[in-house]
């Protein structure tokens, strides 16, 4: 990878990647460092990184950063849902990210990283398995578990 393709890479995923670490991991600053750790073992291994390949090289050591992030710090915030503080059917935009995003802390890290890379991201199950290191089943068992149990979240709060 060329000095000009890395700099293409910052310009195109930075954003992309910081958005995965902070959903993630909910601490913006943190979410910087990873960011930043990542692109600096990019340029670390450029010479063995083809561009084609950045955008998942980049992701993959996002992730493991963050592994290794709630490993030493033991970070897991359980916040409760409390349906009875929406009593009526939510009617704004941020009323209803709010949701999902107390919805999606429901979850473990596992299952929360796999919806991120697959529904807000747009991974292949392929890439996601190469990410995080788990076969191509485990992939679609735990995503279809977290599916689930993100479903019957979000009925507490919506009709479908």
Same mark, same amino acid.
């Given at each position: 990878?060329?000095?000009?393709?890395? %700099? $293409?890479?910052?310009?195109?995923?930075?954003?992309?990647?910081?958005?995965?670490?902070?959903? %993630?991991?909910?601490?913006?600053?943190?979410?910087? $460092?990873?960011?930043?750790?990542?692109?600096?073992?990019?340029?670390? *291994?450029?010479?063995?990184?083809?561009?084609? /390949?950045?955008?998942?090289?980049?992701?993959?050591?996002?992730?493991?950063?963050?592994?290794? *992030?709630?490993?030493?710090?033991?970070?897991?915030? *359980?916040?409760?849902?409390?349906?009875?503080?929406?009593?009526?059917?939510?009617?704004?935009?941020?009323?209803? /990210? *709010?949701?999902?995003?107390?919805?999606? %802390?429901?979850? $473990?890290?596992?299952? /929360?990283?796999?919806?991120?890379?697959?529904?807000?991201?747009?991974?292949?199950?392929?890439?996601?398995?190469?990410?995080?290191?788990?076969?191509?089943?485990?992939?679609?068992?735990?995503?279809?578990?977290?599916?689930?149990?993100?479903?019957?979240?979000?009925? /507490?709060?919506?009709?479908?």
């Amino acid at each position: 990878m060329t000095e000009k393709e890395y %700099n $293409d890479c910052v310009d195109l995923y930075a954003d992309g990647l910081y958005r995965f670490v902070v959903k %993630n991991l909910r601490q913006e600053e943190t979410a910087r $460092d990873l960011v930043q750790v990542s692109f600096e073992r990019l340029w670390q *291994h450029r010479k063995d990184v083809a561009f084609a /390949k950045a955008k998942s090289y980049l992701f993959t050591v996002a992730y493991h950063a963050m592994i290794d *992030h709630l490993r030493v710090t033991r970070l897991r915030h *359980h916040v409760p849902l409390h349906p009875e503080s929406f009593v009526q059917q939510p009617r704004t935009e941020w009323e209803v /990210k *709010h949701i999902v995003e107390k919805a999606l %802390n429901e979850l $473990d890290q596992t299952q /929360k990283m796999l919806i991120m890379l697959k529904d807000y991201e747009g991974y292949r199950y392929e890439e996601i398995a190469q990410i995080t290191g788990l076969s191509l089943a485990q992939v679609k068992v735990y995503l279809h578990r977290a599916r689930k149990i993100l479903k019957q979240v979000l009925e /507490k709060y919506f009709v479908f």
